[in-house]
């Protein structure tokens, strides 16, 4: 998106309307007090003027509008960006949960691997001991094996000559225990041996066991290390790019808020227009009408999106006529009611039955509403643009909820109408000193009518 294009199309509106001199002898009538400044080409009529300004306001409304999705995508994109980082913090959080469990599991293996550690060293000294008993019988088996040696090459004989019976005898019983001991000597040593050789693999056992522990651990350990470190990153790295489109929401929002204050300035400078010429008397003699008395059905007529009314009031102090806008709060000054967005009868009579107010306090302190509870109240029913009206396009539907419920006037007075260059039709209601001392006028827009630019679905 690029806001700097953006901010280079906004069209500029000066503050408010100056008119010639000259203009007052085209109405005929007496010098009208005006506001400084306006957008008008030198030249224009006021009628000519309020066309012109109409269409700048509506560029205005179309720059906004634009701004406005800009808005919303860059808050889509947010919420999108925020469910990520939102689910790396998850994923970091297990991660580092899983990286606390594996860490404990490394110490409960550091306890086995120090367990099988002892149990290497008690089985070297084991296999240090048998390999002293090994070589002692070794030994042992050596010396008996010699001494049998010995024994045995002594002929019988000799034993018999010496007649001796009993030392004959006994040499005989002590070559029996030399065998014997040579026997057992010898399946000692080979039970050593063989002992040997269990315990030497229950040592390359543990060995290899400790070893294949400690590199699966340092591995884990080492993946999960790098796990985070990613994930971090990525946590960073759309952290900072949620903080750019936030940065661009700022922006978009001060943009839109400028635009709005423009829409609102242009605003006021067509509805100057019209209370001239209303004051010049370009609207013709107001009919009597009384408080609730219906002047009008809610329509879609002019620059509309959808069916609604535009409403306000404009206060006249002491007969000074130089307020062409709606500067009367209707809530504040007790006029009317709000009960969350509806809008209801106070000192003054709510201009649609069921009022929903679906955008409040856009231009000063007027207000946009729809009927919920007369009219058409069917929101598949929608009208179709004809021929482009403002920045419609071809084509393209709207609601017409609300079209056609009646709109009653505020308070008793003199009612005017008129309508703009865009087919929109609107109407004056001249209330007289009736508020603070001072005159009220009430105005409605867009009431409803024939427009051949658009056509009902």
Same mark, same amino acid.
């Given at each position: 998106?690029?806001?700097?294009? %953006? ?18 002898s ?16 030198a ?8 066309d ?5 306001r ?24 925020q ?21 404990i ?16 060293s008690?089985?070297?000294?084991r ?47 002590y ?11 010898f ?46 990153s ?13 940065k ?57 999106f ?15 006529k130089s ?8 809530f ?24 929903l ?29 004809? %021929? ?10 709207y ?21 703009d260059?865009?087919g ?34």
């Amino acid at each position: 998106m690029h806001i700097g294009k %953006t901010t280079k199309r906004l069209l500029t509106v000066s503050t408010l309307l100056v008119f010639a001199i000259g203009l007052i002898s085209y109405f005929g009538v007496s010098p009208l007090p005006v506001r400084a400044a306006n957008d008008c080409p030198a030249g224009y009529s006021l009628s000519k003027c309020y066309d012109y300004l109409i269409t700048k306001r509506n560029e205005l409304v179309a720059q906004r509008k634009k701004i406005e999705g800009t808005l919303k995508n860059v808050r889509v994109q947010e919420g999108d960006i925020q469910s990520q980082v939102d689910e790396i913090n998850a994923q970091v959080t297990a991660n580092e949960n899983e990286l606390a469990q594996r860490q404990i599991d490394i110490e409960l293996a550091s306890i086995e691997i120090t367990n099988i550690g002892e149990d290497i060293s008690e089985t070297k000294n084991r296999i240090d001991t048998l390999k002293q008993e090994k070589q002692n019988s070794m030994q042992k088996v050596n010396e008996i094996a010699l001494m049998a040696y010995k024994v045995n090459s002594i002929p019988i004989w000799y034993l018999l000559a010496q007649n001796d019976l009993i030392s004959t005898l006994e040499m005989l019983r002590y070559f029996d225990y030399v065998s014997q001991q040579e026997k057992v000597r010898f399946a000692q040593f080979t039970n050593l041996q063989t002992q040997l050789s269990s315990e030497e693999k229950v040592l390359g056992v543990a060995q290899v066991a400790i070893i294949e522990k400690r590199d699966i651990m340092e591995r884990a350990n080492l993946e999960i290390i790098k796990l985070r470190a990613t994930l971090a990153s990525q946590r960073g790295k759309q952290q900072t790019l949620l903080a750019e489109l936030t940065k661009q929401e700022k922006t978009l929002a001060a943009e839109r808020s400028k635009l709005i204050s423009q829409q609102n300035a242009a605003d006021r400078q067509a509805l100057s227009v019209a209370i001239q010429l209303f004051e010049a008397n370009k609207l013709g003699n107001g009919t009597a009408v009384s408080r609730g008395n219906v002047i009008g059905r809610e329509g879609y007529t002019g620059c509309t999106f959808g069916a609604h009314i535009h409403y306000g009031f404009i206060e006249r102090k002491n007969g000074n006529k130089s307020s062409y806008y709606t500067n009367v709060n209707p809530f504040s000054s007790g006029l009317l009611k709000l009960s969350g967005s509806y809008v209801t009868d106070s000192r003054a009579k709510a201009p649609l039955p069921g009022m929903l107010m679906t955008w409040g306090f856009h231009d000063s302190y007027s207000i946009d509403g729809i009927s919920t509870s007369a009219g058409n109240q069917d929101s598949s029913r929608k009208y179709q643009i004809v %021929t482009p009206v403002c920045w419609q396009s071809k084509g393209r539907t709207y609601s017409l909820n609300g079209w056609g419920a009646p709109i009653f006037a505020a308070l008793n007075g003199r009612v005017y109408y008129g309508t703009d260059s865009w087919g929109g039709k609107y109407a004056i209601v001249d209330h007289g000193k009736v508020y603070n001392g001072n005159q009220l006028l009430s105005i409605y827009w867009h009431l409803d009518g024939a427009d051949s630019r658009k056509r009902l679905l």
